[in-house]
């Protein structure tokens, strides 16, 4: 009777400490994402945070946590919390990339009156997209508040970024031919202005006087969706 009480007591030791193990294992990242997953869906959205932290020292690389906090972050106006995970996601390419999270992180900068910071980032959210016309709306609107900035409309006042999307020349070139009519007049000077000066600034040599079928605006897609920004010039 010892022996078989002993035998159970091993067994059901065993049973324990297997699923102690079991416990500590399934406490991973994704364990951490979905308690704040879980905190969210019953309206602690700010509580969530913290697991989606957990997750991150776990593994920085998972992805879905970031976005979470950073969201979060921004919607409660910890702006500079928000900023530093959206600055992540524009220093990891090619999965992402400027073109990420552009709308959150140019809105964190303005709240942070980083102001010339977000002028640059408009300016290559254009470059990205190789012409982005609510972008410089949203550009030309920002430096009528702050009349200091509007050299920032100038390719002069960005030439790393001018080097850097040097091969957008001829999508900008295009793009500038939506402002021209069927008879290649000007129906809007300013916004033709803007791109035609980005690519003779990227190509002096580009030729400007051909005729293209005038492009469809391009919008910018959903904010963080990750984008190919190659466009197909024939």
Excluded at 37 to 61: C, F, H, M, V, W
Excluded at 84 to 106: L, M, S, V, W
Excluded at 182 to 191: A, H, L, R, S
Aim: net charge negative.
């Amino acid at each position: 009777m010892k022996k078989f009480l002993s035998t159970i007591f091993c067994v059901c030791l065993l049973c324990a400490t297997g699923v102690s193990v079991f416990a500590k294992t399934i406490k991973d990242e994704q364990y951490y994402y979905n308690l704040g997953q879980d905190y969210e869906r019953k309206n602690n959205r700010l509580g969530a945070t913290e697991p989606y932290s957990k997750a991150l020292e776990i593994n920085p690389e998972f992805d879905k946590a970031r976005i979470a906090r950073a969201q979060i972050n921004y919607f409660y106006g910890k702006y500079d919390k928000a900023l530093e995970d959206f600055n992540y996601f524009y220093n990891k390419t090619p999965q992402f990339g400027p073109g990420a999270f552009f709308e959150n992180r140019i809105d964190c900068k303005k709240k942070l009156n980083m102001n010339s910071e977000a002028m640059d980032d408009m300016y290559e959210v254009i470059l990205v997209y190789g012409g982005q016309a609510k972008v410089l709306k949203d550009m030309f609107d920002f430096a009528q508040q702050h009349p200091e900035l509007k050299s920032k409309l100038e390719p002069s006042a960005h030439p790393d970024l001018i080097a850097k999307y040097k091969d957008k020349a001829k999508s900008l070139r295009d793009y500038a031919q939506m402002y021209k009519d069927k008879d290649g007049n000007i129906t809007n000077e300013e916004y033709y202005n803007f791109f035609i000066n980005i690519a003779k600034t990227m190509d002096p040599d580009i030729i400007l006087d051909v005729e293209y079928p005038a492009a469809a605006p391009r919008t910018a897609p959903d904010n963080g969706q990750v984008i190919d920004t190659q466009l197909e010039i024939k």
